[in-house]
Structure formats: structure tokens, C-alpha cells
């Protein structure tokens, strides 16, 4: 795997209290040999580097499929991205969203928060009543609303 750059600390940007993060959502398929401990692997794996490489975020895991919310440094997550692309865990990757907002982190806590799918509203709710900034309350929504409509539903999928 690639190294990744530098990690910067959540340094507010000049003239603003807040710092600039970039932030992705993905989605991708589980290959055939990922199993409930293969899971539990890559929970460990995330934990040992994001934190090291200034990303959080929360995986979710269900009916086969993967949905991460990643943020961070941009070339980091940039980085990690690359990666995962490259990973035959991962299958079918798709890229639902990405931004880079001056905002405070989402999830500033877990350096990767695996997520079982029926919590998932719950995690979302709970992170956006406590939401201190408009662009986290945007994030949030934005996750809520493909929630809502649908886009997750796999996740709910039982495993075959």
C-alpha cells in the first residue's frame, strides 16, 4: 500500500474557528470470503492507522455490503481511498458522496466506529442533535435523506 502524507492537526483555517475537512461516503460490495471476522479485522486495521493518519469515521456492515463515512485530512482520505479501491475485500466500489467543508469532525472520537445496520439512524439522529455547526447538520441530513430514500437499503439485506 501507499504511504500516506503528513498529518496535519484539525488546525483552524485563518480567520475562521473551525477547521477544513474533506470528508467521503462509499459504499461497495463484500467479496465472497468476507465473513463476520474479516470484518472485525478490517475494524482493527482502521483503528491502528486512521487515527495515525488523522481520519474518523463509522463502517457500516450488512446484507454484504460496506457503507463508510471517512474525514480528514484530504490527501489522507484521498490516500485510504486509493487503497481500498485496490483491497479484494472490497467489491463494486462506489462513491456516493465527497466535500470539503470548514466544519468540526462528525465522529471526532472514532478513529472507526463499525456500525451494526439497525443502529445506523439511531447513530445519525444522535450525531445531529448534538451537530454544534451547519455543516455538520448538512452532512448529517444529506446521510439521513439517502437513508430515507432508499440507497442503504442493502444494508438491511440479510446475508446469503
Given at each position: 500500500?501507499?504511504?500516506?502524507?503528513?498529518?496535519?492537526?484539525?488546525?483552524?483555517?485563518?480567520?475562521?474557528?473551525?477547521?477544513?475537512?474533506?470528508n467521503?461516503?462509499?459504499?461497495?460490495?463484500?467479496?465472497a470470503?468476507?465473513d463476520?471476522?474479516a470484518?472485525?479485522?478490517?475494524v482493527?486495521?482502521?483503528?491502528?492507522?486512521?487515527?495515525a493518519?488523522?481520519?474518523?469515521?463509522?463502517?457500516?456492515?450488512?446484507?454484504?455490503?460496506?457503507?463508510?463515512?471517512?474525514?480528514?485530512?484530504?490527501?489522507?482520505?484521498?490516500?485510504?481511498f486509493?487503497?481500498?479501491?485496490?483491497?479484494?475485500?472490497?467489491?463494486s466500489?462506489?462513491?456516493?458522496s465527497e466535500?470539503?467543508?470548514?466544519?468540526?469532525?462528525?465522529?471526532?472520537a472514532?478513529?472507526?466506529e463499525?456500525?451494526?445496520?439497525?443502529?445506523?439512524?439511531?447513530?445519525?439522529e444522535?450525531?445531529?442533535?448534538?451537530?454544534?455547526d451547519a455543516?455538520?447538520?448538512?452532512?448529517?441530513r444529506?446521510?439521513l435523506?439517502?437513508l430515507?430514500?432508499g440507497?442503504?437499503?442493502?444494508?438491511?439485506?440479510?446475508?446469503?
Open positions: 500500500m501507499s504511504r500516506f502524507p503528513f498529518v496535519p492537526s484539525d488546525e483552524p483555517i485563518p480567520g475562521h474557528p473551525l477547521p477544513l475537512l474533506y467521503l461516503v462509499y459504499c461497495s460490495t463484500a467479496s470470503a468476507v463476520a471476522a470484518v472485525d479485522e478490517i482493527a486495521q482502521a483503528r491502528r492507522n486512521n487515527a493518519h488523522g481520519i474518523t469515521g463509522l463502517l457500516v456492515f450488512g446484507g454484504g455490503v460496506f457503507f463508510q463515512w471517512l474525514e480528514g485530512p484530504r490527501d489522507n482520505v484521498s490516500q485510504l486509493t487503497n481500498l479501491r485496490k483491497d479484494p475485500r472490497h467489491q466500489i462506489v462513491l456516493l466535500d470539503e467543508e470548514i466544519r468540526e469532525r462528525l465522529f471526532p472514532w478513529d472507526m463499525l456500525v451494526e445496520p439497525p443502529q445506523i439512524r439511531d447513530v445519525l444522535d450525531a445531529l442533535d448534538s451537530a454544534q455543516g455538520n447538520e448538512k452532512a448529517l444529506r446521510m435523506e439517502q430515507d430514500a440507497a442503504l437499503r442493502m444494508l438491511q439485506q440479510p446475508l446469503p
